[in-house]
């Protein structure tokens, strides 16, 4: 049996730990001004994911600590993103036109877009929610889309880091969050007897994590060679400029 003491440092733990996670990753893109190496991809699957929490949790009340969890990490993804896009790279596809997504989907030019999006998906949620929210089916359903697009979040970083062959620009407290994180509340579901759809979750997303440590060991932090690139343009533009 769990003391009520450390259930409730652990509840605490839940609910600011996961947020707090990404403080030192925008700082870092503050001082650098340059957000390389971060995928923004990550702030669209954590926002996407936690407004459907919220939704699933109107349909089956799961403990506060993981709704209050979803409402801060989505105040903190929204003012991550706004980071991500001051400081983007200039060779980022919305920069030099040659996104290959369709609609340029989460490659927009303004945070206003990021924005009109977001909230046209809530609108959906909550139409769908007023039609179906009384079948737990559907209730289930979200709750696995929730949890199960949340599971995702380290995979579009892992791309990134095999692309670039490096983990230059990924903070290592990042890291270090991600895995101390998702261990944390894997056991922290299974000892609170959490829904399905958290566990199963959980496990995978923190399988995902062990890769990306794996990518750390093998690859390092080695600068990419289209920064050093751009480096070099700059540097030939500024020689130009001083004759």
Known sequence: MVPSWLSTLAS?????????????????????????????????IL???NITRCFFWLGNHFEFALLFQSLFMIVAQLA??????????????ENVGVSSRPLSFWQWQNYTQYVEFLAGFIL????????????WIFVDILGFVA????????????????????????????LVGWVGGDAFKTVY??????????????????????????????????????????????????ALAEE
Do not use: H, W
């Open 12 to 44: 605490i733990g839940m609910a600011v730990g996961p947020p707090l996670v990404y403080a030192d990753q925008a700082y870092s893109i503050v001082r650098k001004k340059d957000a390389i190496g971060f995928s923004r991809d990550v702030c669209a």
């Open 47 to 49: 926002l996407l994911a």
């Open 80 to 93: 991550l993103l706004y980071i991500c896009i001051l400081y983007r790279p200039r060779t980022s596809p």
């Open 124 to 135: 959906c949620l909550s139409i769908l929610f007023l039609i179906f929210g009384r079948s």
């Open 147 to 174: 949890l199960g697009l949340e599971s995702t979040l380290p995979i579009p970083q892992l791309v990134s880091n095999y692309k670039q062959k490096s983990l230059y620009g990924f903070r290592m407290s990042t």
């Open 189 to 238: 579901f299974f000892l609170q007897n959490s829904p399905l759809q958290f566990k199963v979750c959980a496990i995978f997303q923190l399988s995902v994590d062990i890769a990306i440590v794996c990518q750390r060991l093998y690859y390092g932090v080695p600068i990419p060679p289209a920064v050093l690139q751009e480096e070099d343009d700059l540097e030939q533009a500024l």
